[in-house]
């Protein structure tokens, strides 16, 4: 059977990915876009984004999201879930292979986006469902009324600490310095919650527990001491990693695995461009995402008519 050849496949189903979507579709070329369903969306796990502009009240990640791909459907952008584990150059198209299905392109957007970090605890995947989670939105209100630790110190520790407190009757934050990167404004809305303890600086020796986490051991790095807390969940926001393990032999990474482009968002590949938090050197912000997947589409419509 014939394979349909799009104009553009873009990977990844966030804002940067389905902001090119909108514009491609728009621009009056075929579009598909590859959605994973093992590495979604960070923003779809966001409670609230008060800083997209055109929401003064703020809006849930999800609903934002959704409202992405309604855009990107009304102007007949394909969305399929399907995870890319290989593209390779075919002559002059890319053939990009799923676990059940091949697309041909003219063009390839890169928007596979970024996941959190594991911070390599023993049994730490075990755990995981049993009491370790790495999304505050998706898992706090299944500790309503119970103890849980969180480990981190950047925006995104802060932001899920804040959301988390709403749920839990006790919640130690873990960090293994005495300052922190979170801004300040997020700093002292968590410091103003009664039911917050900090532990600094500190780092996580042992998780506790058979079939699901029970507590912790916590070693003081300046004291050295152990100290054994009780709790019934683990939150970890220690940081991200993108997702392009599949992109290794293709593109061009930096050593963190960040796609590297040129300043019109393409990479070592002609005719193949990437955006939003996959891509080095961008600032990981929804409304950063959005622009760079305009921009890259639109640069990727100019490669094309050339």
């Known amino acids: 059977m014939e394979k349909n050849i799009y104009d553009v496949v873009i990977i990844g189903a966030g804002p940067a990915g389905l902001s090119s979507g909108i514009y491609t579709s728009r621009g009056m070329l075929s579009t598909i876009i590859l959605n994973s369903l093992k590495y979604p969306s960070q923003a779809v796990f966001t409670d609230i984004v008060e800083n997209y502009s055109g929401f003064p009240d703020g809006i849930n990640g999800f609903e934002l999201i959704e409202n992405f791909k309604k855009q990107a459907l009304k102007f007949g952008c394909e969305i399929v879930d399907e995870e890319v584990q290989k593209i390779?150059?075919?002559?002059?198209?890319?053939?990009?292979?799923?676990?059940?299905?091949?697309?041909?392109?003219?063009?390839?957007?890169?928007?596979?986006?970024?996941?959190?970090?594991?911070i390599g605890l023993e049994n730490e995947d075990l755990f995981v469902g049993k009491g370790i989670s790495y999304c505050a939105v998706c898992d706090a209100a299944l500790y309503k009324d119970k103890v849980v630790a969180i480990v981190g110190g950047g925006d995104t520790a802060f932001t899920e600490a804040i959301f988390i407190s709403k749920f839990v009757k006790k919640l130690y934050l873990i960090h293994r310095r005495e300052q922190f990167r979170a801004i300040k404004i997020l700093q002292e809305r968590l410091f103003k919650k009664e039911n917050v303890e900090l532990l600094v600086p500190c780092v996580?020796?042992?998780?506790?527990?058979?079939?699901?986490?029970?507590?912790?051991?916590?070693?003081?790095?300046?004291?050295?001491?152990?100290?054994?807390?009780?709790?019934?969940?683990?939150?970890?926001?220690?940081g991200y990693q993108p997702n392009t393990e599949f992109l290794k032999d293709f593109v061009e990474l930096d050593k963190e695995g960040y796609v590297i482009t040129d300043e019109n968002l393409q990479t070592s590949q002609n005719n193949v461009f990437a955006c939003g938090d996959c891509r080095s050197g961008s600032i990981k912000q929804i409304i950063i995402a959005a622009s760079e997947g305009a921009k890259a589409a639109l640069s990727l419509m100019e490669s094309l008519e050339k």
């Open 88 to 118: 390779e150059k075919n002559g002059e198209f890319f053939l990009l292979s799923t676990l059940n299905n091949q697309f041909i392109s003219k063009s390839v957007i890169i928007a596979t986006g970024r996941r959190s970090k594991k």
């Open 204 to 238: 996580i020796e042992k998780i506790i527990g058979k079939e699901k986490l029970q507590g912790l051991y916590i070693r003081n790095l300046n004291t050295d001491k152990v100290l054994e807390i009780s709790c019934d969940g683990l939150f970890i926001c220690v």
